[in-house]
């Protein structure tokens, strides 16, 4: 018999693994039980990645140098997961806003939560 997981508050890296694992094989359901657990499982993984990371308030693109340095990626590191190196280059010199496709793939890459690359932050104005 197929016995369904329980889930309950994360507390350990190991129950953290496993909520990852178990959210990558459902997270392109979009209807039904699995479609419940994928909300659920995004919710409790949230909340235990915030009781960890304890995040600088800075801006998405000064958390993104930041994390660049941390790593010691280039913008062509960043262009290599998106694939445009102009734009990335825009997006880190403040003239044009962050995607919602980068924030998801700079949150993998730079292994920060998508939230705080969601914060809203002032562009430069082109002359």
Do not use: C
């Amino acid at each position: 018999m197929n016995q369904k997981p329980q889930w309950f508050l994360i507390e350990t890296e190991q129950e953290y693994n496993k909520a990852i694992e178990r959210y990558e094989q459902i997270k392109d359901t979009t209807t039904g039980a699995e479609h419940k657990e994928k909300l659920l499982l995004v919710h409790l993984i949230e909340n235990y990645e915030n009781t960890l990371w304890d995040l600088p308030e800075v801006n998405p693109v000064e958390m993104i140098k930041i994390r660049m340095d941390d790593f010691g990626y280039k913008a062509a590191d960043l262009a290599a997961v998106y694939g445009d190196k102009g734009t990335i280059s825009k997006v880190l010199n403040y003239k044009q806003p962050l995607s919602l496709t980068m924030i998801r793939k700079f949150s993998e890459l730079l292994h920060l939560p998508a939230s705080a690359l969601l914060k809203e932050y002032s562009l430069h104005q082109q002359a």
